[in-house]
């Protein structure tokens, strides 16, 4: 029996190891100490193996907390532009409103070093496919920032963004503390991707968190109910998307500056589709150029098989099933090349 307690007590020491050696806060850390007495008082009422569980699992997340990580910001807005031409075609003025925002934040380093960082909250409300998800991609490669994408589809609780009491047994934080520990810093472009399609039922109590994630005046203490201890999310940039505005809190859109994602028309989906998307299906399928040929006259029955569609995921599905079955065709060693034309475009386009 001594032996047995001995060992338990080497595991108790290897976990205050742990909490003693981590990164954290005076306060934190004297919070961990605190359960590490508890869990030493379980040893003698019998409910060790339960209790370790919790408190392991517990350390575990409170050391991966990046307190005081950070990546510096490149704010080059010619290396933007560039970054910003290279992922999206046109949108112009999309464009400029995200290189004023760069602007802000260089002038905002530059001359206000000594005062608090707070940077435009931007939503961008724009149909299905229209690129507002890659632009935080883009916004992230120009500012050399981590990305933590948290998806609101669906989302039926207020707790898969706030985290659960860890009084329950497997419980977790919720998927902002979740996102920074997985980003490695504090200060990363947390996107919350589709706000507007979180579930009727929670919506309320969701668009409570936001309005806490969003204000500068709060979320420099952001709670999550696992950890239960503020954590300063007011270094990092809020990025928000969303296909209409209907079900967002009339608080929630105060806090944010609206970016209007206009449509493809036909002759732009057609640039994209020869610039952006063709050479990455050709890749993908192993094709090489001169192997899958799409005549100039085609491109609007590419662009347009089903009727109109105001983003551009219908036309990239569209190109890479005739790119599938021109790899098909070319495998099975009926022909050299596939050129699509209006003698055979049938074949290639989707049909319902």
Known sequence: MSDFRELLNQEIAALAAKVEQGELPDEMRYQLKKEMVALQRSVELGNYDEKYEKVSHYVDWCLRIPFGKKTEDTLDIQKAQE?????????QEV????????????LQKNNLQD???SAPILLLVGLVGTGKTTFAYSLAEALGRKLVRIPFGGMGSSK????????LLGSE????????????????????????RASDDANMDIMGVLVELLDPAQNHAFTDDYVNYPIDLSQAIFLATANNTRKIATAVMDRMEKISMPSYTDEEKIAIAKKYIMPKVLKEVGLKTEQF????????????????????????????????????????????KVEIGQENYKIFLPSY
């Open 173 to 196: 934080p919720g998927k902002v503390l979740k996102g920074v520990c997985e980003s490695g810093v504090m200060n990363p472009i947390i996107l919350l991707d589709e706000i507007d």
């Open 95 to 106: 464009k400029d409103r995200f290189l004023e925002y760069l602007a802000v934040l260089n």
């Open 115 to 117: 005062e608090k960082f």
């Open 160 to 167: 898969e963004l706030r985290g659960n009491s860890r009084l």
């Open 293 to 336: 040929v799409i005549r100039d006259e085609m491109w609007i029955k590419m662009v347009r098989p089903l009727g109109f569609d105001a983003g551009i995921r219908t036309l990239q599905r569209t190109i890479q099933g005739a790119a599938r079955k021109a790899a098909r065709i070319i495998v099975e060693g009926k022909y050299n």
């Open 83 to 91: 970054i910003f031409n290279q992922h999206h075609y046109g949108m």
